[in-house]
């Protein structure tokens, strides 16, 4: 069973655009929520991540929004740049237990000039 | 930065074959992982360890094994190959579980 789900599957946004990716989650004990950026050839890469105690975290153009009741959070990149063109993968983990990291399918963006 | 160096790059192998695939990374982080990536399936974890000598399964661990030898060397290890383990594999290593995941180049291994 896919116990994180992103969609969509594949976006394309303009120059300049806000980019929303998002996700879910089903596991209530997943406490730490990272997203990983990868180009083509390269290995995944850790972008930005967030643990479930905060609804929201910002790195430049980089925001988490975080909602712990609906299982949710999605990834806006603002002012978006033809070269935030990658995959992204939504991660989820428990800190107790089994802490897995258990990654989504992806999401692909293309942002165009 | 923590490097995680994946060898060898590409692979090709017969059904049946055996093949070998090596990580090392030199920051001396406990945690290091072996991971496919499948168009559709996102990264599925399929060992990791988290220490010399430890071993643990992940979420599709049939038809690998793996071994940790050392702090810094994990490999994994396909003794039949099928087809259905042709994939882009990565590996990676981090300092604690919840910490932030290095990962490799990646090795893309096809089996014909």
């Known amino acids: 069973q896919q116990q994180v789900r992103q969609s969509p599957q594949s976006l394309t946004v303009w120059e300049g655009e806000t980019a929303i990716l998002n996700c879910s989650y089903e596991?209530?004990?997943?406490?730490?929520f990272p997203w990983y950026q990868q180009f083509p050839g390269e290995g995944p890469a850790l972008l930005i991540s967030?643990?479930?105690?905060?609804d929201k975290k910002e790195d430049g153009r980089f925001t988490i929004f975080f909602n712990k009741r609906e299982k949710k959070l999605s990834l806006h990149i603002t002012d978006s740049q033809p070269g935030d063109s990658a995959t992204y993968f939504c991660?989820?983990?428990?800190?107790?237990?089994?802490?897995?990291?258990?990654f989504g399918s992806g999401t692909q963006l293309t942002v165009m000039p | 930065e923590a490097a995680v160096t994946q060898s060898p790059r590409n692979k090709v192998t017969v059904t049946g074959g055996n093949v070998t695939l090596s990580c090392r990374q030199t920051?001396?982080?406990?945690?290091m992982y072996w991971y496919r990536q499948d168009t559709g399936h996102g990264l599925r974890l399929i060992h990791y360890?988290?220490?010399?000598?430890?071993?643990q399964i992940g979420d599709v661990p049939d038809g690998y094994k793996a071994t940790r030898t050392t702090q810094e060397d994990f490999f994994l290890l396909l003794e039949l190959a099928s087809p259905s383990q042709t994939s882009l594999y990565f590996c990676?290593?981090?300092?604690?579980?919840?910490?932030?995941?290095?990962f490799g180049k990646g090795t893309r291994l096809t089996v014909v």
């Open positions: 596991d209530s004990t997943f406490n730490y």
């Open positions: 990676a290593s981090s300092e604690q579980g919840d910490t932030e995941v290095f």
């Open positions: 920051n001396s982080h406990n945690y």
């Open positions: 991660a989820a983990s428990a800190s107790s237990g089994s802490w897995q990291l258990i």
């Open positions: 967030i643990r479930s105690v905060s």
């Open positions: 360890s988290y220490g010399a000598g430890n071993l």
